[in-house]
């Protein structure tokens, strides 16, 4: 089965930071591009990063540059984010999806980052 | 950076009835960058559409998409208990992508 899970979420002060991971199962990673959405409470869905196959290659909303950090380990199929000087604005539920010709065509079910203090 | 705009908001209608969802670019995109979710509170968003117009794997027939240019259009013939909730559209270009911000289907 293609499983996508996330984890690291949780609450962090104002400036801190957390690693947020996503653990993909059932294709070969390696193959494809990755991204980080969020959807913050009440809000829609915001793109945030992503990462090309090989991982050489990164992408971000200005909303989170210069803040976040995205990366890969192909060899254990796992997906990173460092959300580093984090703000309340970026409170959110955190998803990894995976990109299939300009779109996400597997979700995984979220993490979640609460900035407060 | 182009600008997605959903219309309306928030649909109401019964199960059974159509639901004709729009989705407006600030300028013209390339419709094989166009996608359609659906999202439930608590559930991860789900692709329906792809390229416009292209069902993704699993999708019921019920649901179609169309358009082109700046103008793009989610049908669903005749809503089912299970397809009420929030819907978006999104675009990728230019090593961005961007959602738009949903319209949400209520039970009327």
């Known amino acids: 089965e293609v499983q996508l899970l996330e984890s690291g979420g949780g609450l962090v002060q104002p400036g801190g930071s957390l690693r947020l991971s996503c653990a993909a199962s059932?294709?070969?990673?390696?193959?494809?591009?990755m991204s980080w959405v969020r959807q913050a409470p009440g809000k829609g869905l915001e793109w945030v990063s992503v990462?090309?196959?090989?991982?050489?290659?990164?992408y971000y909303a200005d909303s989170v540059k210069g803040r976040f950090t995205v990366s890969r380990d192909n060899f254990r199929n796992t997906l990173f984010l460092q959300v580093n000087s984090l703000r309340a604005g970026d409170t959110a539920v955190y998803y990894c999806a995976r990109e299939y010709y300009g779109v996400f065509d597997i979700w995984g079910q979220g993490t979640v980052v609460t900035v407060s203090s | 950076e182009i600008v997605l705009t959903q219309s309306p908001g928030t649909l109401s209608l019964s199960p059974g009835e159509r639901a004709t969802l729009s989705c407006r670019a600030s300028?013209?995109?390339?419709?094989?960058?166009l996608g359609w979710y659906q999202h439930k509170p608590g559930q991860a968003p789900r692709l329906l559409i792809y390229?416009?117009?292209s069902r993704a794997t699993g999708i019921p027939d019920r649901f179609s998409g169309s358009g082109s240019g700046t103008d793009f259009t989610l049908t669903i013939s005749r809503l089912e208990p299970e397809d009420f909730a929030v819907y978006y559209c999104q675009q990728y270009g230019n090593s961005i992508w961007t959602f738009g911000q949903g319209t949400k289907v209520e039970i009327k």
């Open positions: 300028q013209s995109i390339s419709s094989s960058s």
């Open positions: 990462t090309v196959n090989n991982g050489r290659t990164t």
């Open positions: 059932g294709f070969t990673f390696n193959n494809y591009a």
């Open positions: 390229g416009a117009s």
